[in-house]
């Protein structure tokens, strides 16, 4: 009896640890979010999310337009130019990535003499940037601006408890292309420009850099500041992940075979171990 | 395996070779004829499937390292080299990346599934503390394969882990030193991580062997606990039973691990690793991988640095103490109502402790850590020692073949029912 109680005094004991620990992880989730002040960037519909996901060109397009007349200004993006032509990406022809490669000066060298120069730029060539390196680019913003290829990748915003654990079985991957989408659409302040309501402490370096009809597209979609950041951050999401659409693609075909090779197995192992348990029965 | 091989291959070449390097045998009475406890159930399959992951993250990593610069102004670029223009490095680079996760995940129902079933009582005490050291030199290769991309979780992480040791008094700054090889992370830490994450591998390899191999000499534990008594009645041999109920694991397994890699490949990884690594900026909140979250919760739940680091470092080498921590003489926790509830709050613990580790160190955390940790320890040196003195089991069936029929009843029976007719 006295066996009982002590375990009986144990069990409590764990069940209350547990429940207390519980407990405790509860309150601060709420209590944190309230410390950083920072909204939740609102989900958007991407068309590239979900497993059978892709790319709208025509959005990647006006987001490289987007890119090449405001963000270039200052961002870096160090992809090829011929990555414009690819499967999966925004697809311009070679004609069109040639005469866009050409329209940029590139620094080339040293030649024969010992001397670097410039020459038009070819599709192999990376964008070039605007300043020669991050001191240049700091000395003229106040602070280097973050380089873009990988962008749309290298932020997030935090999901917490117990939404990250959802977030695989739903194939959500584009915390990145909703924060970036929230930030160009997080100036709230007239006032201040460099105040926004994503931004970590809200003090941002970079000014409001969209605003409605900065930007002329051709194909007749909106000019309007929210069109401009969902299709910037469209092309960022594929400058970052290039091999989005080939990925999904296989990914489908590897599933289809994986589910059927299991299930073949299935069946076999089925088959194989059927007479186990009836050796066991005659056995006994 | 225990014993000269009866083996006799079929070809006269075949009885050539074997009669000077008998490895047909060797193969033969490990993977062939090496009988398996009929109850396995499917938790036993994470031993293959590990084998698998194993094998999938060295040929992976070694295609990667033939693309790969260990240097620290361009390792960076050249991980986005792999990306970009490699043909199918993006392949190879999430397959190699959440294949590191996938191997923990794999790893850890492995080890809590020796938890539960008893596996490490004896006569299995070596195989455990093999296994022990496997996970150790598992954790160490992930760490330095962490470090490889060169971005700002790598850095920082490297930065974190590795002043560690500048807690031990007198010595610990000398230590790491030594370890970066200069007086911060830097190119020589690099190309050392780098040195070293394609070296322990295959020291892994190594000790996967003894472990086999000690696995092979005691055979299997069993969901019963009990031994092996006829190897008639209770065994079934490896091949083709446990060979295609492993090999369906292994493709329910890969299914999982494929959705990780074709659809949600950077789920598991930190945003801030697509940064390359700047020693001026430190990041928000150093974060490392979430299979080390449970320890680095312990090490952050301990006031002072040194006794976080032992705490630390402790709570995996207490693993290795497990087969005399636990006094039961009962190995399986099937038999065992109250083992279980503590077994249970412990692998609460140690996913509550995974959680408290993403998050920053402050406040209630703290706290909750706190009492996980001591559960975690508790576990260890109080309940399992205690329990088993105090605890009344269940009645263990007395062979493994009693326990298969108990455990089936009417389905067995069916299929006894329709067996004559098929056999004619």
Known sequence: MTFRTHTLGWLTAAAASLLLSASLLSVPVSAQEGAHEQPTPARQSWTFAGPFGKFDRAQLQRGFQVYKEVCSNCHSLSIPFRTLAQPGGPEYSEAQIKALAASYKVKDGPNEAGEMFERAGRPSDNFPWAFANEQAAAAALGKSPPEMNLLAKARKYERGFPLFLIDPFIQYQELGPDYIYALLNGYSKADDPNYNDYYPGHKIAMGAPLSDGVVTYTDGSPQTLQQYAKDVASFLYWAAEPSMEARKKMGFRVMVFLIIFAGLLYFTKKKVWADVHGDAVTTH | ?424
């Open chain 2, 1 to 424: 395996m225990s014993g000269p091989s009866t083996y006799v291959p079929k070809s006269a070449l075949g009885r050539w070779f074997e009669s000077r390097l008998p490895i047909g045998g060797l193969i033969h009475s490990s993977f062939v004829v090496y009988p398996t406890p009929k109850n396995l159930n499917y938790f036993w399959a994470f031993g293959g499937i590990l084998s698998l992951m194993l094998v999938a993250q060295i040929i992976t990593g070694v295609v990667l390292a033939m693309h790969y610069t260990p240097e620290a102004t361009m390792a960076f670029s050249s991980v986005e080299n792999i990306m970009r223009n490699v043909n199918y490095g993006w392949l190879l680079r999430y397959l190699h990346a959440n294949g590191a996760s996938m191997f923990f995940f794999a790893v850890y129902v492995h080890i809590f599934r020796g938890m539960f079933y008893g596996s490490y009582k004896a006569p299995r005490e070596v195989l455990w503390i093999l296994g022990v050291i496997i996970f150790l030199l598992m954790m160490a290769t992930a760490f330095m394969g962490y470090v490889l991309p060169w971005g700002q979780m790598s850095f920082w992480g490297a930065t974190v882990i590795t002043n560690l040791f500048s807690a031990l008094p007198g010595i610990g700054e000398p230590i790491v030193t030594w370890l970066w090889g200069g007086y911060s992370v830097d190119n020589p830490t690099l190309n050392r991580f780098f040195a070293l994450h394609y070296l322990l591998p295959f020291m892994i390899v190594g000790v996967v062997i003894l472990h086999v191999w000690a696995l092979h000499v005691t055979g299997q534990n069993n969901p019963a606990g009990v031994e092996v008594k006829s190897v008639e009645r209770d065994t079934v041999p490896f091949t083709p039973y446990a060979t295609i109920k492993d090999a369906f694991a292994m493709v329910v397994f890969l299914i999982l691990y494929s959705w990780f890699v074709f659809y949600v490949p950077n789920y598991l990884g930190d945003a801030d690793n697509y940064i390359v690594a700047n020693p001026l900026v430190t990041p928000a909140h150093i974060v490392p991988e979430w299979y080390f979250l449970p320890f680095y919760a312990i090490l952050r739940s301990i006031p002072s640095k040194l006794g976080g680091v032992i705490a630390m470092f402790g709570s995996i080498a207490i693993l290795a103490f497990l087969p005399w921590l636990d006094t039961s003489k009962i190995r399986s926790g099937r038999f065992r109502p109250l083992f279980q509830i503590f077994f249970f709050g412990f692998v609460i613990a140690a996913m509550g402790l995974g959680y408290l580790g993403s998050k920053p160190p402050e406040g209630a955390y703290v706290i909750a850590g706190r009492l996980l940790s001591v559960y975690y320890f508790a576990y260890f040196l109080v309940i399992l020692p205690l329990l088993g003195l105090f605890e009344t089991p269940r009645t263990l069936p007395a062979t493994i073949a009693d326990d298969v029929l108990a455990k089936g009843g009417s389905a067995i029976l069916a299929g006894a029912a329709q067996a004559p007719s098929t056999k004619g």
